[in-house]
Nanobody, 126 residues
């Protein structure tokens, strides 16, 4: 059974940092792309970062809104993907989700992801 467990959310002040973790099980970890998404009530789910294995190297992607502030990384020994979030802003407040794409391509499009973890709430106060 494929499972994704996201954790690490919390409340921080503007400028603070958090690290989200996504622990995966039930599938060949390095064959999948893992994406991080976020959603606020009333808005569409937004892809913010992804990571995939390509020719034995990790490839990553970032939305412009988080580029240079967020860093995605993967620890295949732990089947875990991390999202280090620095210089957090109030507009980063959202429920954050991780998801797995069995095609391994990596994308911002939620529809391309097959499996989803539960969300973890990030709240950034000004």
């Amino acid at each position: 059974e494929v499972q994704l467990q996201a954790s690490g959310g919390g409340s921080v002040q503007s400028g603070g940092s958090l690290r989200l973790s996504c622990v995966a099980s039930g599938f060949a970890f390095d064959n999948y792309a893992i994406g991080w998404f976020r959603q606020v009530p009333g808005k569409e789910r937004q892809g913010i970062s992804c990571i995939s294995m390509n020719n034995r190297e990790y490839m990553s992607c970032y939305a412009e809104s988080v580029k240079d502030r967020f860093t995605i990384s993967s620890d295949s020994a732990k089947n875990t993907v991390y999202l280090q979030m620095n210089s957090l802003k109030p507009e980063d407040t959202a429920v954050y989700y991780c998801a797995a794409d069995s095609e391994g391509s990596g994308s911002y499009l939620p529809t391309l992801y097959d499996y989803w973890g539960q969300g973890t709430l990030v709240t950034v106060s000004s």
